[in-house]
Nanobody, 125 residues
Framework: QVQLVQSGSGLVQAGGSLRLSCTGS????????IGWFRQAPGKGPDERDA???????????ILASSVKGRFTVSREKGKNTVYLQMNNLKPQDTGVYYC???????????????WGQGAQVTVTT
């Protein structure tokens, strides 16, 4: 069964850090671009915002302007896992984060074939 398994959800104070993991099962993440999307509280499924996309051919990461300088993405190939490291978190970063995979980066989550189950991130003041 092909799936993305996420871990790392949590509650953190503003200014803190959190790392989300996305592990491939039945698919080699090295063969895909990996994206991260966020669904903020009160927003519907169609309003999930793109946070990042990491190309597999050169590991270049495109970051949303709201997270530049604070979020980074890395791959651990031996574990078939991609990490979203989130530093200096702000209350507006709160939401459910989804990792996704497909052949190319897209601006909408619906453009991706494979999705993780989502991870809740809550940032308090």
């Amino acid at each position: 069964q092909v799936q993305l398994v996420q871990s790392g959800s949590g509650l953190v104070q503003a200014g803190g850090s959190l790392r989300l993991s996305c592990t491939g099962s039945g698919l080699n993440l090295d063969d895909y671009v990996i994206g991260w999307f966020r669904q903020a509280p009160g927003k519907g499924p169609d309003e999930r915002d793109a946070v990042s996309c990491t190309r597999n051919r050169d590991d270049t990461t495109i970051l949303a302007s709201s997270v530049k300088g604070r979020f980074t993405v890395s791959r651990e190939k031996g574990k078939n896992t991609v990490y979203l490291q989130m530093n200096n978190l702000k209350p507006q970063d709160t939401g459910v984060y989804y990792c996704v995979a497909d052949a190319r980066c897209g601006s909408k989550i619906s453009e991706y074939r494979f999705w993780g189950q989502g991870a809740q991130v809550t940032v308090t003041t």
